[in-house]
């Protein structure tokens, strides 16, 4: 099985500022198959990026999804009040994993 | 619109049995890989089963190989979790969730969850 560490577990930040969150892999991804989530309390989670970098219907492009291998990042350029919320990574490739989570809070 | 209604989630003595639906809509539900994904309380995500499109291949997280079954009816757009020997560590909120395509588990639907509690 695939262990993925997010980093870092919270990250404080204010509105208009970057955010970048990454996702390690105990070993290579398959396909580079990573997907992003965004979860907001009470709420099921949100996808945000597929297959690394691909946006999901109607999200916008200050999200941004990178990496390969077992290193993979998500980036949130220039943060709006609802983007404070819980970030799960996950790799659908050989068995299926989520990372921990990183928590983003306004600073 | 894609619609995912859960239900069967409830309170289970240890040792208990229970099974869960989730009722598809908007989509047609054949053409697409379903997985159940558990959130115990404050916790992360974690995947527990997904079945393909055709129903031909399943996946089970390690903590509930041998006492969970997944399944789905195409005709009735549904998928089920068969939950047996269940144990307090199996308390959480069950999601179904909808795959982007036929096998791939990244998922683009989510339902609401239920709640499953595991004590006496």
């Known amino acids: 099985e695939i262990v993925l560490t997010q980093s870092p577990a919270t990250l404080s930040l204010s509105p208009g500022e970057r955010a970048t969150l990454s996702c390690g892999a105990s070993q290579s991804v398959y396909s580079n198959y990573i997907a992003w989530y965004q979860q907001k309390p009470g709420l099921a989670p949100r996808l945000l990026i597929s297959d690394v970098s691909k946006r999901a219907t109607g999200i916008p492009d200050r999200f941004s999804g990178s990496g390969s291998g077992t290193d993979f990042s998500l980036t949130i350029n220039r943060l709006e009040p609802e983007d404070f919320a819980v970030y799960y990574c996950?790799?659908?490739?050989?068995?299926?994993?989520f990372g921990g989570g990183t928590r983003l809070e306004i600073k | 619109e894609v619609i995912l209604v859960e239900s069967g989630g409830g309170l289970v003595q240890p040792g208990g049995s229970l099974r869960l639906s989730c009722a598809a809509s908007?989509?047609?539900?054949?053409?697409?890989?379903m997985s159940w994904v558990r959130q115990a309380p404050g916790k992360g995500l974690e995947l527990v089963s997904a079945i393909i499109g055709n129903g031909a291949n399943t996946y089970y997280a390690d903590s509930v190989t041998g006492r969970f079954v997944t399944s789905r009816d195409n005709a009735k757009n549904t998928v089920f979790l068969q939950m047996h020997s269940l144990t307090a560590e199996d308390t959480a909120l069950y999601y179904c969730a909808k795959s982007t395509n036929s096998r791939a588990m990244d998922y683009d639907s989510w339902g609401q969850g239920t709640q499953v509690t595991v004590s006496s």
């Open positions: 908007g989509f047609t539900f054949g053409n697409f890989a």
């Open positions: 996950q790799q659908y490739g050989r068995s299926l994993s």
